[in-house]
Nanobody, 124 residues
């Protein structure tokens, strides 16, 4: 069964850190483009960070540059989003996604598989 399972969300105070994980099963992440997206209440889903299958292209939304880092561990079939210096405006449901082809860090085009989403809340 093809699946992406996310973990690592939670409640963190402003300035804190979280690391989201997304583990694939039923297929291997090798050469897939990977991406992290988020959706805040009342807002459209937005691309946070993506990296192409061979790592040639890496994208970060301006709002997270210098604070978030995307990575992958193919041996563990897992992708990560390290989030530092978190702000209240980072509060959202975060989703991982993978695609055989990378066009852009946007859900305006199809991604092959999506995780179930994990809630991140930044609040004191």
């Amino acid at each position: 069964q093809v699946q992406l399972v996310e973990s690592g969300g939670g409640l963190v105070p402003p300035g804190g850190s979280l690391r989201l994980s997304c583990t694939a099963s039923g297929f291997t992440l090798d050469y897939y483009a990977i991406g992290w997206f988020r959706q805040a209440p009342g807002k459209d889903r937005e691309g946070v960070s993506c990296i192409s299958g061979r790592g040639v292209v890496t994208y970060y939304a301006d709002s997270v540059k210098g604070r978030f880092t995307i990575s992958r561990d193919n041996a563990k079939n897992t992708m990560y989003l390290q989030m530092n210096s978190l702000k209240p405006e980072d509060t959202a449901v975060y989703y991982c996604a993978v695609s055989r082809t990378y066009l852009s860090c946007s859900d305006s085009h199809p991604w092959d598989y999506w995780g179930q989403g994990t809630q991140v809340t930044v609040s004191s």
